[in-house]
């Protein structure tokens, strides 16, 4: 396959949606699509690899940032050819049909393309709030305008491949740890439309937590951007348990 498009997709216990979403990205662009198997315990490497995917399978549960730094390195390592890479996760919250927005995005010249969700439209009332904070904190400590601080589907050239893999970790905090190396390294960023859909509810205890570990990652890195100054905030909730560790 001649293509330079490549799809990372970080993947655990996802045999019920990963065949559907290789198959749409099938057939919404050429790519090649590789598989980072996060030590599921179901079929979804197999089916994945079933359908013509790369699959890289950890031999522990490392969480969805360490998958993405494997993915990263099998295309910088194995694969030459590849210059764009997008990410989408393997649960099907993201449309593979928007993909060919995030490539036409980065063949524009820009180094780092993320999506934004339609507020209004697509995203049910209990997650506004939340992201509503984000994107004013990251927004105002990183010196940026963006729609959206905190989504997963992503896309990237060969170029910020090579900063983001170095040092990115987290697990649920990856979208946004990502995104701030992207500012940090001056990475030229722009956003498109995608959408999103929602259907898991998260218990109150687990969402609030989520929601304080986004929150203060982006509060102590945004200091430690614009004013030199490290809070070193995270590690003490993350003793109290308000807040997961970052490679939760």
């Known amino acids: 396959m001649g293509t330079d498009v490549g799809v990372i997709i970080p993947a655990y216990n996802e045999e019920k949606n990963i065949e559907e979403v290789i198959v749409r990205l099938k057939k919404s662009l050429e790519a090649r699509i590789i598989v980072v198997d996060d030590c599921s315990k179901d079929r979804t490497g197999e089916i ?18 360490e998958a993405l730094v494997t993915g990263f390195k099998e295309v910088l390592k194995n694969h030459p050819n590849i210059e764009y890479a ?29 999506g934004f969700r339609r507020w209004k439209r697509d995203v049910p009332v209990r997650h506004r709030a939340a992201n509503f904070l984000w994107r004013k904190a990251f927004n105002i400590l990183f010196g940026v305008d963006l729609f959206d601080s905190n989504c997963g589907y992503i896309g ?3 170029k910020a491949m090579k900063i983001i893999s170095k040092g990115s970790y987290g697990g649920y ?3 946004n740890v990502m995104l701030a190396k992207a500012v940090e390294n001056k990475l030229k960023i722009k956003q498109v ?5 929602y259907s898991e509810k998260r218990d109150v205890k687990t ?3 989520f929601f304080l570990g986004n929150f203060i990652f982006i509060i102590e890195e945004g200091f430690r951007y614009r004013f030199g100054v490290d809070l070193e905030i995270y590690g003490r909730l993350v003793k109290t348990r ?6 939760g």
Request: hydrophobic content about 35%; overall charge positive; glycine content about 8%.
């Open 242 to 247: 308000l807040v997961f560790s970052k490679e």
């Open 86 to 114: 997008i990410l989408i996760d393997a649960d099907s919250q993201y449309d593979p049909e928007d993909a060919p927005r995030l490539v036409k995005a980065l063949k524009q010249g820009n180094d780092y393309v993320t």
């Open 48 to 65: 994945a690899r079933r359908n013509g995917a790369i699959v890289i399978r950890h031999k522990a549960n490392k969480g969805k940032g």
């Open 207 to 209: 969402g609030l937590r």
């Open 173 to 175: 905090i990856i979208d």
């Open 156 to 158: 990237m050239n060969r």
């Open 193 to 197: 439309p995608v959408k999103v859909h």
